[in-house]
């Protein structure tokens, strides 16, 4: 409970063996809570009696677990939990069955809340599955992994949603061998009423092994044997030193010098056998190295001790760690099939580099984005790590949220926010979609470049996204833009750098040419990309188009010869025509023209980017008087050098020309182009912008 503004989180290390470690934190999220979430005090069961002082100590979730329901996303939870289902932690299956009446389920006036729990989990249960036997007399056991050494709060939730009256339900709750409730009965304690939500609180004493179950069982006093749980929550308790760190219950014996140098012999011992493995291990695999390359590449689990497996590549170097994050981001397969209808063929929404891409619905009605990694990608597993460990660090409502992930059975399944209207590049060109106002556009850019601002100051080292492009610009109901797509990412360089050298990846037509000659990547890429989208939103075209004339195949360089002449209206979509005031389209093209300067170092900051789009949108809704380049810091510079004027034929001939071109833009005859690709590290210094596009346009190029 904060009884002031301030809130203080001390991170410290602790030395165990003479050895200090290191405490960091990577993120931290404060989120308000109410009051009766968490009450003071619980009950004991060894022994028995009251505990006090919850709000005191620190917790921290180990499970949030939904019994005999599906999986609920954080989107469906008052507070931002992620419940999953309890299928995994049943020690015998078979035992239990699950029942559901969801809309049957209503809150107390006073105590249980949807902020306690969501209706998707009152509203369902595992129940035993006695199958209509009243002889039937067994325990339905779940069974969870904590750190010794720490108490636990365990909270477990009844809803009764099965008994057709009160008082014909009553059971016995277990929590290791402990009964914690003896012919418990719900209907009891909410009232007589049916459907009620209620939960009990308990504390368990300090635990000395790393199992900890949770059991439902028949009361001899029932006519009927039958039992019933709706959810399950534990968490750890921090300690006397207030230290939630599992490294607490490594034994210590002070004051004893003999059982320290037994506790240093058996650690040289271990050690050494340790390294004796490590011997045998490296022996056996330079000796099965050829062979194993011979094989062909293929995904294989490697089991980091849950039921589900992360990906690792027999072609790797070396063996590919286990992917770190937590439990409330791994979703079960068969979650996903449910939500998918076992990747049925007419849902796919889109196809990629990585893989398919299905729309898909969870149990508990939240629409989700599936993309379903192809194992023959040899981008796969590098672009699936990648996007799980940036995506679980950002939150921005201008990103795509990252739901959850599954590595179970050599899939890389990534699951993410569904965002209905598709993409940019949809809006724009090759679909059946209703053309986008100019005002929308507009703010569609600014969207996009607000979740790319975010992405390259929020932390303190910058993201550079590496892969910007309209395809990764997703649209939600309301036409929000969010950044999509981290496959590709890479941080930022050191504070002493000032660039990051890396093989070049990305896709053609949206790739920063100082970034493919010289292989060194800034934000400032990212910038160029931004800017190639820019004048494709104004153009509505593809940026690389090889069935038009050569001058226009790639969209930057015709877009920035017209600009250059002041000419930009008259490459404008024609849907835009008459609709576009001449002082907001002259910002846009000017934005647009910094962006795509030959040098980063020409190149605007992405904030400043962004101030200038805001202000085109302020110059297309009403007319300022002030030029914002004689007034604002936060304007773009002038670009240098110019490129010169061009030729007064080619001038006449692509006015004469421009709107057979134009009205030719949305044609689905044309071939889009761009599609992403990589170097290898040798050097590409001498070759230009214009060679380097024209190898999509020779045969001899490909």
Known sequence: EVASGRVDRIFSGEAFWGVKSVSFVNALELVSVPDNLITDDASLFNPPGPFTGLVTRALETIAHVNMGGPFVSLTNDTLGRTWVPDRNFLLVPNLATSASNIPAVQ????????????????????????????????????????????????RLHFCDIVSTSANELLFNVFIGTFLVARDFEVSLNTGGRLAVPYFLDFVTPTMDARNLTVSIGPSPRSSYPDAILNGLEIMKISNSRDSLSGSSVLPRFPGSKSKNVWIIVGVCVGVLAALAAVGVLLFVRRRRKRARRARSKTWVPISDGTTSHTMGSKYSTGTAASIGSGLSYRIPLLSVQEATNTFDESLIIGVGGFGKVYKGVFSDGTKVAV????????????????????????????????????DEKNEMILVYEYMENGTLKSHLYGSDYPSLGWKERL??????????????????????????KSANILLDENFMAKVADFGLSKTGPELDQTHVSTA?????GYLDPEYFRRQQLTEKSDVYSFGVVLFEVLCARPVIDPSLAREMVNLAEWAMRWQKK????????PNLAGKVRPESLRKFGETAEKCLADFGVDRPSMG????????????????????????????IGQISPRVGELDDDNDNNNNNNNNNNNNNNNNNNNVDSVARFETS????????????????????GR
């Not at 303190?460 to 892969?467: L, M, P, Q, S, T």
């Open 107 to 154: 809150y107390p006036q006073s105590g249980a809340s949807p902020e306690t729990a969501p209706q998707t989990v009152y509203g369902t249960c595992t129940r035993l599955n006695s199958a209509g036997d009243p002889r039937s007399n067994f325990n339905v056991t779940w069974g969870f992994r904590v750190d010794p050494g720490f108490q636990y709060l365990v």
């Open 371 to 406: 993309k379903r990694g192809n194992p023959r990608s040899h981008q796969g597993l590098a672009e699936f790590r990648t996007e799980i460990e940036m995506l679980s660090q950002f939150r921005h409502r201008h990103l795509v949220s990252l739901i959850g992930y599954c």
């Open 443 to 468: 703010e569609i850019c600014i969207g996009a470049a607000r979740g790319l601002h975010y992405l390259h100051t929020g932390y303190a080292k910058a993201v550079i996204h590496r892969d910007v």
């Open 504 to 508: 070049v990846k990305g896709s053609f």
């Open 566 to 573: 002041g000419q930009l209206d008259q490459i404008v979509d």
């Open 608 to 635: 400043d980017v962004l101030w200038n789009l805001e202000y085109a949108l302020q110059l297309q809704e009403s007319v300022v008087r002030d030029d914002p380049d004689e007034n604002s810091a936060n304007a």
């Open 681 to 700: 590290s040798t050097s590409v210094d001498d070759l230009s912008m214009s060679r380097v596009f024209s190898q999509l346009v020779k045969s001899e």
